[in-house]
Every structure is written in C-alpha cells, then in structure tokens.
C-alpha cells in the first residue's frame, strides 16, 4: 500500500469522525440531550440512577441550549411557552451552569402557596388523594413517605411523596409546607419537586432557585431510557441484570 492511499484512510477516517462528532452537536442542541438523576427530589416521579431524554425544542431555544451556554445571544427564538405540570431540566438560577430538574408549578401571573402541606394554585387546593385510593403505590418511594396523587390545573394526574403528615394551616414563614403567597413574575416559572419534604425548590428559602427565568429551560423531560439501583459498579458484570430498572426503561414521564 503506497503512503498516498494511507494517508487518504486517515483522512477518510478523520472526516468521518468530524461529521459524526457534529451530527451529535446538531442532535443535543436542537432535539434531544440524554440527563442522569443524581438526587431524589423528584422522587417517586424519578430516581437516582435514572437516566431519560429531554426534547431541547418544546420551549424553544435559549443560550442554554447550546453547549456550555455560549450561543451569542438572550432571552429565545422559536418560543413555545412552558405547561404547568412539565417536569423541564433548568439552569440552576444561582449560577446558570448547574442542571436542575423540577416540575413546574405556576407559570407567570399564577399565584402558588403552601398551607399545611397541601399545594394551593390561584387559591385553590389542588386535587390531591392517597396513592392506595386511585391505584398502585409507584416503584422507587421511600419506606417512610406517603404517596399520594396530585392533579394540577389542567394538568395530568402524577405521583408526589410526603414525609410529613399534612396538618392544619399555620402562620407563613420559611416552612416548605406552610409559605408565603408566590405571585410568579413575566418570564418566569415556579417549581417544586415531587419529593416535596426533601427538594430545594422554589419554595425554600436560600435555596437559591426562587422564581426560574424562561431562559434558563433548556428541555422537558419526556423518557427514561436506562435505569440502574447503583448495586453494581461498571466491572461487576456479573451484577447489572439485578442492578439494572428494566421495568422503568422506555417510560414516559408525567
């Protein structure tokens, strides 16, 4: 083989490496971009382990669709507005690098409380029953958290978990379960987590999430694809059929 037709193999090889490293640029930044589940605030709705897609497109695109958010430009272009009930991946407003995944809970001029435990959107309460009345308990729950069924206006019905009880209605202040009055401001949206005792959302103070600006969604979270317990480490082949969630791949998410 002469040098001239090795050099055109490696030439050959390096373009289609090149060609595929930007198809999967184009691909994370317009259509869909794999996340992982480090934490449980968003239990029994997620999991730590779980791993799903997020469609970049539903709410448009913002700087922080880009990698490392340095497209060159604010606020969105080809705007779609966010739903109350998407669960949407954000950049954390405490540093705009930090991925944080919440369901949305108002959207602007939406007025969101807290009061003994129980959710209240525009002053009313929001539906919500035992899990054991409506269906089976979800997979993933904590032993010592209750779960029930939470609908939000105009939403779909999905699964919250409550360490503690709910109870009577007591002064406003810093308790996740008994806030203030959010009014949510334009360009804004406010979240919580699903596991709502045990979620630094925009509920709680210091946390700072507060009221999340639209330009910080960067996709709404609509399959898992994987799921593992994290019982078997990456050379324990031996162990990934028992450490591997089969029954939570290809799931959708509500």
Not at 29 to 48: C, K, Q, R, W, Y
Not at 159 to 181: C, H, S, V, W
Not at 182 to 210: W, Y
């Amino acid at each position: 083989m002469s040098r001239k037709e090795t050099s055109g193999g490696w030439m050959e090889t390096v373009k289609t490496v090149v060609y595929a490293v930007l198809i999967a640029i184009v691909a994370r930044t317009f259509a869909f971009e794999p996340f992982n589940i480090p934490s449980g605030s968003m239990i029994p709705t997620l999991l730590v382990g779980d791993y799903l897609f997020v469609s970049k497109y539903s709410y448009g695109y913002s700087k922080h669709s880009f990698p490392l958010s340095l497209a060159p430009f604010s606020g969105r272009i080809f705007e779609r507005p966010p739903h109350v009930g998407d669960v949407a991946v954000f950049k954390w407003p405490g540093d705009n690098r930090t991925d944080y995944i919440k369901r949305i809970i108002g959207v602007p001029g939406d007025r969101v409380q807290v009061k003994g435990g129980v959710l209240y959107v525009n002053d009313k309460a929001v539906n919500m029953k035992p899990a054991q009345e409506v269906g089976p308990r979800p997979a993933g729950g904590s032993s010592d958290g209750q779960i029930f069924v939470e609908t939000l206006p105009g939403g779909a019905p999905h699964f919250i978990q409550k360490k503690k009880p709910l109870g009577a209605p007591k002064e406003p202040g810093d308790d996740p379960n008994n806030t203030r009055e959010f009014v949510v401001p334009p360009g804004h949206v406010f979240v919580m987590g699903d596991n709502r005792d045990e979620s630094a959302d925009s509920r709680v103070a210091g946390s700072q999430v507060g009221f999340v600006p639209i330009e910080n969604l960067v996709g709404r979270a609509e399959f898992i694809f994987f799921s593992h317990d994290g019982s078997a480490s990456l050379w324990e082949v031996w162990k990934w059929p028992e450490a591997i969630r089969f029954s939570r791949m290809f799931q959708g998410i509500r």
